[in-house]
Nanobody, 124 residues
Framework: QVQLVESGGGLVQPGDSLILSCVASGSTISNLAMGWFRQAPGKERQFVATISYSRSNTYYADWVKGRFTISRDNAKSTVYLRMNDLRPNDTAIYYC?????????????????WGQGTQVTVSS
């Protein structure tokens, strides 16, 4: 079993940056792919980014458009999501996920473990 705890969310203004962290415990994540998803009120959970266990492969949702960067430090059992140029429509709860999604990296159901989420609110 893997437990995931996200942190780093908060209230920011448009154009600001945030770095979200996800710390894993219980079992190693070094052999798992890690992903970030988000869910806005009244909307379905949406894929944001994923990184392979070896850190050699990353994949982003098209709408990220270079604003977000996913990274991981297996020695610290931590995954990060750096978000730049935040916009009001980035407001959501951001979730960390772990698993072996294979080719289904954008599918939430393909991930085995989930954190409780961290709220990101972008507002002036």
């Amino acid at each position: 079993q893997v437990q995931l705890v996200e942190s780093g969310g908060g209230l920011v203004q448009p154009g600001d940056s945030l770095i979200l962290s996800c710390v894993a415990s219980g079992s190693t994540i070094s052999n798992l792919a890690m992903g970030w998803f988000r869910q806005a009120p009244g909307k379905e959970r949406q894929f944001v980014a994923t990184i392979s266990y070896s850190r050699s492969n990353t994949y982003y949702a098209d709408w990220v458009k270079g604003r977000f960067t996913i990274s991981r430090d297996n020695a610290k059992s931590t995954v990060y999501l750096r978000m730049n140029d935040l916009r009001p429509n980035d407001t959501a709860i951001y979730y960390c996920a772990a698993g072996r999604p294979g080719h289904q990296v954008v599918e939430a159901a393909a991930y085995w473990y989930w954190g409780q989420g961290t709220q990101v609110t972008v507002s002036s």
